[in-house]
């Protein structure tokens, strides 16, 4: 059973669209983090939550942390190619210090 | 600075044969964690070693192996290799600031087992 439940698994959509991923769980994380990886590479760290309800902007994407602390969405605005990847969300749990993953989210921006 | 390396990028082994892949985490990081990433899947926890010490385990079996070096270094082995175990190893070195752990990731190596 997976922890965290990434949907939609597959996004394809035009540059220029916006789009909003989601990643859910029943579980409270003390933290949580969002990757993009891309084939073959390991996952780069894009932004960490830690407040119930927290939003963090990094240029066009906007991530936000669910009040209860169980679940998160990545709204990307104005899609460009380049933002195309596989988009993992990542939960923490209290004191242990260890990463539980979801699937992902296939996100394809077609130019 | 250099992030998080590791190698050999790419292996190719054997069912039955003997695998050790190495890390060598960002300066200043004392933690390494081991995930195993099966395609189409997300990454598995697998350990996670803190000065030098194994602080957690994931549900792997013992055949899976891991050490921390007082350089903070580590080397992942892996016994008795399955077809099963073909997958990409991912090394992480993280810190601890506050309530924030984050966790930062090298390339990888890709394990073909045939």
């Known amino acids: 059973t997976q922890l965290l439940e990434q949907s939609p698994q597959f996004l394809s959509i035009q540059e220029g669209e916006n789009l909003t991923v989601y990643c859910n769980s029943s579980s409270v994380f003390s933290s949580l983090q969002w990757y993009r990886q891309e084939p073959g590479e390991g996952p780069v760290l894009l932004v960490t939550?830690?407040?119930?309800?927290e939003v963090k902007k990094l240029k066009r994407l906007t991530f936000q942390f669910g009040d209860a602390r169980k679940d998160s969405s990545l709204h990307i605005t104005a899609a460009q190619p380049g933002d195309t990847g596989l988009y993992l969300c990542a939960g923490e749990g209290y004191g242990n210090n260890r990463l539980a993953f979801g699937k992902g989210n296939q996100v394809v921006v077609i130019p | 600075d250099a992030g998080v390396t590791q190698s050999p990028t790419h292996l190719i082994k054997t069912r039955g044969q003997h695998v050790t892949l190495r890390c060598s985490p960002i300066?200043?990081?004392?933690?390494v964690s081991w995930y195993q990433q099966v395609l189409g899947q997300g990454p598995q926890f697998i350990f996670q070693?803190?000065?030098?010490?194994?602080?957690g385990r994931g549900n792997f079996p013992d055949r899976f192996s891991a050490r921390q070096f007082p350089n903070y270094s580590s080397e992942l082995n892996v016994n008795a290799l399955l077809l099963g175990d073909s997958a990409l190893y991912l090394c992480?070195?993280?810190?601890?600031?506050?309530?924030?752990?984050?966790?930062?990731f090298g390339p990888g190596t890709r394990l073909t087992v045939t």
């Open positions: 939550v830690v407040t119930g309800g």
């Open positions: 992480a070195s993280s810190f601890v600031q506050g309530a924030r752990y984050e966790q930062y």
């Open positions: 300066s200043g990081h004392k933690s």
């Open positions: 070693y803190y000065e030098k010490e194994e602080r």
